[in-house]
Nanobody, 126 residues
Framework: QLQLVESGGGLVQPGGSLKPSCAAS????????IGWFRQAPGQELEGVSC??????GTKYADPAKGRFTISRDVATVYLQMNSLKAEDTAVYYC?????????????????????WGQGTQVTVTS
């Protein structure tokens, strides 16, 4: 059973950077699509970025384009976040689903993601 654990959130000033991590254990990530989602207080869960295994493709939500970069190594997926804004404040979750056919990932169909981490808090404030 694949398990995901996020870390690397924190408190940062506007314009700063953070790089949360999502460490996977239990199974290889090779056939799993990974997504980063976030939920701000009083807001719905929204997709931020996703990555299809094998370097097939990535996707970014409009607020993340040009500022965030998703990447992975063998067992960890990262979300490099630059030029952070107050509106990026949220709990960030990574999630995964098995995708052996390497279909494009989705930031809208959250129900596809069957495995979720516990989240890491990102707070952007001056």
């Amino acid at each position: 059973q694949l398990q995901l654990v996020e870390s690397g959130g924190g408190l940062v000033q506007p314009g700063g950077s953070l790089k949360p991590s999502c460490a996977a254990s239990g199974l290889s990530l090779d056939y799993y699509t990974i997504g980063w989602f976030r939920q701000a207080p009083g807001q719905e869960l929204e997709g931020v970025s996703c990555l299809v295994p094998g370097g097939v493709g990535t996707k970014y939500a409009d607020p993340a384009k040009g500022r965030f970069t998703i990447s992975r190594d063998v067992a960890t997926v990262y979300l490099q976040m630059n030029s952070l804004k107050a509106e990026d404040t949220a709990v960030y979750y990574c999630a995964a689903f098995r995708n052996p056919y390497l279909a494009p990932c989705s930031l809208v169909s959250k129900g596809l993601y069957t495995i979720w981490g516990q989240g890491t808090q990102v707070t952007v404030t001056s």
